[in-house]
């Protein structure tokens, strides 16, 4: 099953990597940075925890998985142009009731630009229509993501918070927005999102969550900060993306991505 939302970064092609640095037997999955949530939606754990500090992502996720009829009824009423993407995109979602605020974050998500979220600093969601869009869901879509989602515990926070809780047995899969440091926030992942100063108390939680018991696997740009912070004994997997960057055809370009975890990866046929 592909994931319900769009999401800039997403790791779709890197799956198989990822899969195979997984425990054959863990209790519980958490997922700190949960955007599209695709590893979660590829493996379907029984029991999971998915956050991000973005509360309208997580707002969205609850109600398809509590009120999926209320969310298409909205839906269900919205044509797609560029003239209604710019009024959904103008409301103010703290008006809105909780089925037409989910509605516009999917709506806006799925036609957006190369499924961006960004904001101004006003908070006002800022990101153009694009010309390659998604389609929105159909009420069967939805009622399957609901579906899917029951049981699900979904929490709007800060990762080391999220990370906390998980206990000895667990599996944590982390996925955070990259960022160097002359990087100049421009409001992409939202609020407060992930930066490179974090970098180090991720690190300083994953050891704390290492001598919990817990398994993780964290996936990040190619970072020095990073690997000089990280524990020798934590194995470390170099990839190379090809990635769409600006989401032009023409700006393809083959970028590093590093896979890092504190168990060996299996042996698999990728």
Known sequence: MGPLFRWAGSKRKILPHIKRHLPPIYKRYFEPFCGSACLYFDIRPQQATLSDMNPELIH???MVRDNPLQVHDFLSGLTVSPEEYLRIRGLD???LADNERAGRFIYLNKLCFNGVYRTNLQGKF????GVRTGSIPTLDELLDYSKVL???EFLAGDFQAIVDRAEEGDFIYLDPPYSKPESRKRGEYGPNSFDFSDIQRLVDSLKSAEQRGISFTLSYCESDAL???ISPDWFVESLSVRRHVAGFHQHRRVVGELLISNRTAEVRGI
Do not use: D, F
């Open 60 to 62: 969205a996720y609850l």
């Open 150 to 152: 029951q049981g699900v």
């Open 93 to 95: 979602e703290r008006t």
């Open 227 to 229: 690997l000089e912070s």
């Open 126 to 129: 800022n990101v153009p229509m």
